[in-house]
């Protein structure tokens, strides 16, 4: 019973001093530490002036500066940049061995004062709806097309599916707590009219 003990008190010992080193780390590692690899790569890219890089020059710019690691704390591989490009079409494209960011759609950098984007950002686009339950948005491509242009209402059921799904990936919302702006934003902007949610608006 005494060896049981002190192995249950080590253990425990053991997780205390974990904690108190991740408690020791500086702030601006512990965000590092959060960051998603695709995160890491964007980072890097952006600062990069969203050149061409090399697959493993952007795996040595991510391990270098520690933005990501494995579960097992090891670097980042080659194939895993690989793979996340891959995943991750509507953000990044490949030329080969290269990889850079995708191109902002002008479209997008030419919204109303009111409009907020949301991109690769599903949380940040879920918020958005619990805040504002008389607003409106747009779902659209990436690249905005004026043959798809839906408006609907933060209330949409169709937008209260599983939270695997990447909401925001393939697809942009445009938000506003002003409908007439968005649709404004549509037809002079984008050159196509929003079509009504059956839901939202039948």
């Known amino acids: 019973m005494i060896e049981e003990a002190l192995t249950g008190a080590r253990a425990e010992l053991a997780a205390l001093q974990a904690r108190q080193s991740e408690l020791e780390l500086p702030r601006a590692e512990q965000e590092r530490m959060k960051m998603t690899l695709h995160d890491a790569m964007s980072q890097v890219l952006r600062e990069n002036n969203n050149e061409w890089m090399t697959v493993r020059a952007l795996a040595d710019a991510v391990n270098t500066r520690r933005l990501y690691r494995k579960r097992d704390g090891s670097p980042v591989e080659i194939n895993q940049v690989h793979a996340r490009a891959n995943n991750y079409a509507s953000m990044f494209e490949k ?51 004026p043959t798809y242009l839906v408006l609907h209402r933060p209330s949409c059921p169709h937008f209260k599916g599983s939270p695997k799904l990447k909401w925001t990936k393939d697809y942009v919302k445009v938000c506003s707590s002003d409908r007439v702006e968005l649709e404004e934003w549509a037809s002079e902007t984008v050159g196509g009219e929003v079509t009504l949610c059956r839901t939202c608006f039948g």
């Open 95 to 145: 030329d080969g061995a290269n990889i850079r960011l995708r191109r902002e759609s002008p479209m997008l950098t030419a919204l109303p004062q009111s409009a907020t984007v949301f991109r690769d950002d599903d949380s940040g686009f879920f918020e958005w709806l619990d805040e504002n339950p008389g607003g409106y948005f747009i779902n659209s491509e990436r690249n905005p097309r």
